[in-house]
Structures are given as C-alpha cells and as structure tokens.
C-alpha cells in the first residue's frame, strides 16, 4: 500500500495544531488534515516513531522546538505533543474475517497476545513480552491483551458468537482508522457496535486522499 505519516503536533487543550514541514520548520494546520506541498512526509515506520510522544515547546520567536519523549504520566499535563498521522494515497483492502480467525487460532494460549490489524488491513498477533504497543506504528487497530484458551487458540474460534463480536469490532475499529488518520486505536466497545453490513458499507465508501 502506498502510505505515508505526517507528524502533527497538538496542544493540551486539542484547539491549535501545526505539522512538520521537510525544512524542520512547523505551519499551523487542522489536526490530521490533507497533506499540502511542503508537508513532510514519512515512509520509515521507526523515522514516524521518533516523534510519537514527543513533547515540543515554544521558543522566545513563538517556533516549536523538539523536547524529549512524553513520560508516563506526561499526557494528563499541559502541554504540546507530537503525533504520526497516516496517509492512506491508494485504495486500502476490507479486512478478512477468515484472516482473524488464522490469526487467532495460531496463537498459543498462555501467553499474552495482541491481536491487531496493521496499516495494510492484514491481522497480526503481537507478543507483548517481547514487543512494546505504545507508539508502535506497525498497530493501526488494536483489540484487549489475550492468553487464555477462551480467547486465544485453536480452541477460540469455535465460539461464533464471539468471533462475530470480534469481528465487528475490528470492522468498526477500521473504519475509525480510516476516518481518523489515527494509530494504535482500540476497538469499539461492544454496546456500541453497528451491523457487520454498515460497517463494510461505509469502509467500501471511504476514499483514499489524493
């Protein structure tokens, strides 16, 4: 898929934003809006991750300068921070309902495991012992932390009635991503879920920026 991110900054109280340029300089912009000529843009998953939570400030000229990384706890403080907003610039596939069911049946149970869609559509399972999720581009949409037989396995996927809430969950959870431009995004809770058919409607509909 031909992606890019821009890296846009936003204050504490979310009303002013402004994004990268590819002369390290910052334009006021509208959060997550179309690329424009100057905007720099990111193909490098760990290039797009250097700026994930990174705290910026402004210096005695009014220019945003780079700070290091936001803390645990440095996202309930004011302040402005950095973030990767994706580009989709050609069509993006529907998600296979098949490909989650491998995905989830492959995993060993035991073992905390993220399963998650990337920015490619494509299901992926994570190991979170051995792999970080905050910040992580390769996440586009992200479900709850599973290691129990129920959830993960072979065994799993005989539940139908949670494959489907699964399933629309993760359906519904691309669709935010795609109106979003957003990462790492959870999916939608459950009482809030829409039919399967809504969802593959309006994925259908959307169009990729040009």
């Known amino acids: 898929m031909i992606r890019c991110y821009s890296i846009d900054a936003l204050s504490a109280a979310g009303d002013k934003a402004w994004r990268l340029q590819d002369d390290e300089s910052w334009r006021p912009c509208t959060y997550s809006e179309s690329l424009q000529s100057h905007d720099a843009r990111i193909t490098d998953n760990d290039k797009a991750e250097y700026w994930v939570g990174r705290r910026l400030k402004k210096d005695k000229q009014g220019h945003l300068i780079a ?40 995993m060993t149970p035991g073992k905390p495991w993220l399963l998650y869609l990337d920015a490619d559509g494509r299901f992926q399972a994570l190991d979170t012992t051995t792999a970080h999720i905050i910040g992580n581009l390769d996440i586009a949409v992200r479900g ?53 058919a809504d969802y593959i409607s309006a994925i259908k509909k959307w169009q990729h920026e040009r």
């Open 67 to 106: 700070q290091k990384k936001a803390g645990t706890f440095d996202f309930f403080m004011r302040g402005i921070f950095a973030h990767a907003v994706i580009h989709h610039l050609q069509d993006v596939p529907l998600p296979e309902r098949q490909a989650m069911e491998a995905c989830i049946a492959g």
């Open 144 to 196: 709850e932390i599973a290691s129990s037989p129920e959830y993960v396995g072979p065994d799993a996927i005989s539940n139908t009635a949670r494959m489907d809430t699964t399933w629309r969950q993760f359906l519904g959870g691309w669709l935010d991503h795609l109106t979003s431009s957003g990462m790492n995004l959870f999916v939608p809770d459950i009482e809030k879920l829409k039919e399967e």
